[in-house]
């Protein structure tokens, strides 16, 4: 099977600058989709093909990559930014087309 | 504007088969894939499969190969998935999602909890 491993939680005052890592063998080559859920509410996309904000995501929200780790960055977290987030690619093969991280659990402290 | 629209909660039986829709608004259902993305209590998700709506081809993870089928009524805008043989571990909110065939999932449904319950 193919996996990307994120860390389990990463915690952050307000205003700070949080980072979550997304590690995988074909990220180098695949493009990384990061996803934002909130309790009982739907995944919401935040960044696409690695580094591209959707409309209506705030600027706070960066993607930047670097050899098989994505990172997804939330510069000057604000508490409504606390959620789980979620990385999601695919292996070069083919053999496994969508994969999901087993998400980051965000606290702002 | 885009929206997807899901069919309501469902309470099932060990063994039983359950049908969830996905009813697409303010775009074309032919134009993007359906997935099938299923995330069981307090855990993550976990992608099961997609339905391209124009040709009807499928694609499902292999964990789910074998009780899953995806269908989609383009007269109306709405794409089904069916799970059989439900087990107590298939209790999990489902929610579909329209995107390319790698993912991209741009906008989701709202999720429809199925329970499995004797």
């Known amino acids: 099977s193919y996996e990307l491993t994120q860390s389990p939680s990463v915690s952050v005052s307000p205003g700070q600058t949080a980072r979550i890592t997304c590690t995988g063998d074909?990220?180098?080559?695949?493009?990384v989709y990061w996803y934002q859920q909130k309790p009982g509410q739907a995944p919401v996309l935040v960044i696409y093909k690695d580094n591209k904000r959707p409309s209506g995501i705030p600027e706070r929200f960066s993607g930047s990559s670097s050899g098989t780790t994505v990172t997804l960055t939330i510069s000057g977290v604000q508490a409504e930014d606390e959620a789980d987030y979620y990385c999601q690619s695919a292996d070069s093969s083919g053999t496994y087309p969508v994969v999901f991280g087993g998400g980051t659990k965000l606290t702002v402290l | 504007q885009v929206q997807l629209v899901q069919s309501g909660a469902e309470v099932k039986k060990p063994g039983a088969s359950v049908k969830v829709s996905c009813k697409a608004s303010?775009?074309?259902?032919?134009?993007?894939?359906i997935h099938w993305v299923r995330q069981a209590p307090g855990q993550g998700l976990e992608w099961m499969g997609w339905?391209?709506?124009?040709?009807?081809?499928?694609n499902y993870a292999q964990k789910f190969q074998g009780w899953v089928t995806m269908t989609r009524d383009t007269s109306i805008n709405t794409a089904y998935m069916d799970l059989s043989s439900l087990r107590s571990d298939g209790t999990a909110v489902y929610y579909c999602a329209r995107g390319e065939n790698k993912g991209f999932f741009d906008y989701w449904g709202q999720g429809t909890l199925v329970t499995v319950s004797s």
């Open positions: 339905i391209n709506p124009n040709s009807g081809d499928t």
């Open positions: 303010g775009y074309s259902l032919t134009n993007y894939y």
């Open positions: 074909s990220l180098a080559k695949q493009y």
